[in-house]
């Protein structure tokens, strides 16, 4: 089954704040509908993120949520993976690594992102690995006590 991207809208973000993770995974990520705000009033951190939020769909039916930022001037990273969750309904079945591959193609495409930066929970063995797998190298860098990872594209 293929996933999907779509842009959060008037018609889908309500089925996408109903989206949830385990009760063990609830620290590791924030909560959609806190994205879908964040991503309305921006991010400041070293100049503005523009900031995009997605529902992860497959065939119509939403199974996660993602968000990614672009800022072109930052110095260390210009694209920016903030969130990924994936429905604990439908987790284990590659949503969380097809997504990840989708926005890293997207990144790609983008001849002025040189390097993409994503964090996580120390605690969250998870995203660690599979960050890792798909090229993410830790800088030592904590950021609101998450751990600093980045993909260098160029």
Partial sequence: MALELHPVTQENWNSLIKL????????????????IAEAQFGFEEEGHWDLSPFGLYVEDEPVGFAMTGLNYDHSHFQG?????????????KGYGRMAMQIMLERFRADERIRFVGISYE?????????????????????????????????
Avoid: C, W
């Fill in 20 to 35: 949830k993770v385990r009760a063990d995974q609830k620290s590791f990520v924030a909560p959609n509908l806190y994205s």
């Fill in 80 to 92: 920016l993976i903030l969130r990924l969750m994936v429905d604990e309904k439908y987790q284990g």
């Fill in 122 to 154: 120390p605690e969250n063995h998870v995203a660690r690995k599979l960050y890792a797998s798909l090229g993410f190298i830790e800088t030592g860098e904590m950021v609101e006590n998450e751990v600093v990872a980045v993909l260098q594209l160029r």
